[in-house]
């Protein structure tokens, strides 16, 4: 039975070897124009905090930040009606219509936002592609499926039995909300909202093409570096602050589900 | 009343780029505009005629069935074992096994990058497949895994106390058993592999590179709705595998609990 783990061990093994490679090359001297690097360094750690990039690095939390409280609240009643609705076929739709966009595909659902954003479509008041507005607008679309059914998973296995006794004891809907359900959502809120904070965090294609060059986030620096400048020591090191910023953040969700259980 | 009305918006929302993306596919200048001035399906024959998507079609086919097949029978395995296998530090073991999840594209993409150039590999497509098998392999593990611990266990004995070899079992018992979980396995696997885009942007070239690699390609250097009508195929697509996966397993049942 344990002989049974060892193929996806091996995967995984792989996968390990991969990300040590980039924790090898953070701290190796990158030599312009060449592939070959020199010796250890730990030069590309330091350039993470330069000026330009600690920039970067500070728009990157503020566009995270905002992306996960927004999302929040707008997948919120989506999340809500999808785990109370009687009706089957409501269910259907609702899971279908969050559904269709987290299987279409990251390019297809950014270059949908290009058409939006630009004023191909809608005639904006203020420009929209090509600003932080605009890939904040790609962001959050682009995380509400994984919100809602979060959300909507922890919502489910609220017993609508405290509700309804909220209710009978004379509390007003809104206040049934604020002190029953909501208390009740907490933990997939707060697990819901680390997972989009960390995918946020590292996310690529929305920024790339939604912010056109003028959006910097820590994933498009990477991309930059290690792809059109082959600065693979540098983009390394930023890739690795990504993966550092990430698996803190995902020990919170794991400390965040063992006290809800 | 109020939810409602803020829920049919907050769907809209949602749906919003999809819808435009649809009208625009079918518009006949090349001049983005909606609604559309026209009906044509100039875009569409534009996007199947284009080289470097018939060749980024066929990569993605190779990519995909290959990834799949790879990464279905080793997290099945995976399920088994960690189900079944009285392991010692259960959650250590499975933590592990779904952790390429969580690792940030850019960071696996450029770690793969380098892997295969060390390994003098540089883009060969074995590089792109043993990548996939990677990021699709939690998908599989989770959803086998659940309907492992549903199954039950007495069917299988009842099977082996009536003299059935134990991979006999397995074929007849076990797997039909499990077919929801591997169902609900193969669907998010091909899904993940298919749209797969910033590892393997790293990890591609023009001649290994896959469809989502080769229209984001596309959408950087033109802006005319060939795209549109690429993405119009793939939404389409989308919406048929996941209505077919609601209508016959439920997809209810996968994501909401139920008493």
């Given at each position: 039975m344990k002989?049974?783990?060892?193929?996806?061990?091996t995967?995984?093994a792989?996968?390990?070897?991969?990300?040590?490679?980039?924790?090898q090359?953070?701290?190796?001297?990158f030599?312009p124009?060449s592939?070959?690097?020199g010796?250890?360094?730990l030069?590309?750690?330091?350039?993470?905090?330069?000026?330009?990039?600690?920039?970067?690095?500070?728009?990157?939390?503020?566009?995270?930040?905002?992306?996960?409280?927004?999302?929040?609240?707008?997948?919120?009643?989506?999340?809500?009606?999808?785990a109370r609705t009687?009706?089957?076929?409501?269910?259907?739709?609702?899971?279908?219509?969050?559904?269709?966009?987290?299987?279409?595909?990251?390019?297809?659902r950014?270059?949908?936002?290009?058409l939006?954003?630009?004023?191909?479509?809608?005639?904006?008041?203020?420009?929209?592609?090509?600003?932080e507005?605009?890939?904040?607008?790609?962001?959050?679309h682009?995380?509400m499926?994984?919100?809602?059914?979060?959300?909507a998973?922890?919502?489910?296995?609220?017993?609508?039995?405290?509700?309804?006794?909220?209710?009978?004891?004379?509390?007003?809907?809104?206040?049934?909300?604020?002190?029953?359900?909501?208390?009740?959502?907490?933990?997939?809120?707060?697990s819901?909202?680390?997972?989009?904070?960390?995918?946020?965090?590292?996310?690529?294609?929305?920024?790339?093409?939604?912010?056109?060059?003028?959006?910097q986030?820590?994933?498009?620096?990477?991309?930059d570096?290690?792809?059109d400048?082959?600065?693979?020591?540098?983009?390394?090191?930023?890739?690795?602050?990504?993966?550092?910023?990430?698996?803190?953040?995902?020990?919170?969700?794991?400390?965040?589900?063992?006290?809800a259980? | 009343?109020?939810?409602?009305?803020?829920?049919?918006?907050?769907?809209?929302?949602?749906?919003?780029?999809?819808?435009?993306?649809?009208?625009?596919s079918?518009?006949?200048t090349?001049?983005?505009s909606?609604?559309?001035?026209g009906?044509?399906l100039?875009?569409?024959?534009?996007?199947?005629?284009?080289?470097?998507f018939?060749?980024a079609?066929?990569?993605?086919?190779?990519?995909?069935?290959?990834?799949?097949?790879?990464?279905?029978?080793?997290?099945?395995?995976?399920?088994?074992?960690?189900?079944?296998?009285?392991?010692?530090l259960?959650?250590?073991?499975a933590?592990?096994?779904?952790?390429?999840?969580?690792?940030?594209?850019?960071?696996?993409?450029?770690?793969?990058?380098?892997?295969?150039?060390?390994?003098?590999?540089?883009?060969?497509?074995?590089v792109l497949?043993?990548?996939?098998?990677a990021?699709?392999?939690?998908?599989?593990?989770?959803s086998?895994?659940v309907?492992?611990?549903?199954?039950?266990?007495?069917?299988?004995?009842?099977?082996?106390?009536l003299?059935?070899?134990?991979?006999?079992?397995?074929?007849r018992?076990?797997?039909?058993?499990?077919?929801?979980?591997?169902f609900a396995?193969?669907?998010?696997?091909?899904?993940v592999s298919?749209?797969?885009?910033?590892?393997s942007?790293?990890?591609?070239?023009r001649?290994t590179?896959?469809?989502?690699?080769?229209?984001?390609?596309?959408v950087?250097?033109?802006?005319?709705?060939?795209i549109?009508?690429?993405?119009?195929?793939?939404?389409?697509?989308?919406f048929a595998?996941?209505?077919v996966?609601?209508?016959?397993?439920?997809?209810?049942?996968?994501?909401?609990?139920?008493?």
């Amino acid at each position: 039975m344990k002989l049974l783990l060892a193929p996806a061990l091996t995967v995984i093994a792989l996968f390990a070897v991969a990300l040590g490679c980039l924790l090898q090359y953070s701290v190796l001297t990158f030599i312009p124009g060449s592939l070959q690097t020199g010796g250890f360094t730990l030069e590309n750690f330091k350039n993470v905090l330069a000026p330009q990039y600690l920039g970067v690095i500070w728009d990157t939390v503020w566009l995270s930040a905002a992306t996960t409280a927004l999302t929040l609240m707008a997948a919120y009643p989506v999340a809500y009606a999808l785990a109370r609705t009687d009706s089957s076929r409501v269910r259907s739709a609702i899971l279908v219509l969050t559904l269709a966009p987290f299987f279409t595909g990251a390019i297809v659902r950014t270059y949908a936002w290009i058409l939006v954003l630009g004023n191909a479509v809608i005639t904006w008041p203020i420009p929209m592609l090509f600003t932080e507005r605009g890939v904040l607008v790609g962001l959050v679309h682009f995380s509400m499926p994984t919100m809602i059914l979060m959300l909507a998973a922890g919502i489910s296995h609220i017993d609508p039995v405290y509700e309804r006794a909220a209710a009978s004891l004379g509390a007003r809907p809104a206040r049934v909300f604020w002190r029953v359900t909501l208390p009740l959502s907490l933990p997939g809120i707060v697990s819901g909202s680390l997972i989009v904070f960390a995918w946020t965090l590292s996310a690529y294609p929305t920024p790339a093409l939604l912010g056109g060059g003028k959006v910097q986030m820590i994933a498009t620096v990477v991309k930059d570096r290690g792809l059109d400048s082959f600065n693979w020591p540098g983009a390394a090191a930023f890739a690795l602050l990504a993966l550092a910023m990430t698996i803190v953040l995902l020990a919170g969700v794991g400390r965040a589900g063992t006290r809800a259980a | 009343m109020m939810l409602k009305a803020i829920v049919a918006g907050l769907l809209a929302f949602m749906t919003l780029p999809t819808v435009v993306v649809i009208a625009v596919s079918v518009n006949p200048t090349a001049i983005l505009s909606f609604p559309p001035s026209g009906f044509s399906l100039r875009w569409y024959e534009n996007a199947l005629t284009y080289p470097q998507f018939q060749r980024a079609a066929v990569n993605s086919l190779w990519v995909t069935v290959g990834s799949v097949a790879l990464a279905l029978p080793i997290g099945t395995a995976a399920a088994l074992a960690l189900e079944r296998g009285r392991l010692r530090l259960p959650t250590l073991w499975a933590t592990l096994l779904l952790s390429p999840l969580v690792v940030p594209g850019v960071a696996a993409g450029l770690g793969f990058l380098i892997l295969a150039a060390s390994l003098g590999m540089i883009r060969s497509r074995a590089v792109l497949i043993a990548a996939h098998v990677a990021l699709v392999l939690p998908f599989v593990v989770r959803s086998v895994w659940v309907s492992v611990r549903n199954l039950d266990a007495t069917l299988e004995r009842a099977a082996a106390s009536l003299g059935a070899t134990p991979w006999r079992t397995f074929r007849r018992v076990t797997l039909p058993l499990l077919r929801p979980g591997l169902f609900a396995a193969l669907l998010f696997a091909v899904v993940v592999s298919v749209n797969e885009f910033v590892v393997s942007l790293f990890i591609s070239n023009r001649v290994t590179e896959i469809l989502p690699v080769a229209m984001y390609s596309y959408v950087v250097n033109y802006t005319d709705p060939t795209i549109a009508a690429m993405s119009t195929l793939f939404i389409t697509a989308t919406f048929a595998v996941v209505w077919v996966a609601d209508r016959f397993v439920g997809l209810g049942r996968v994501f909401l609990h139920h008493r």
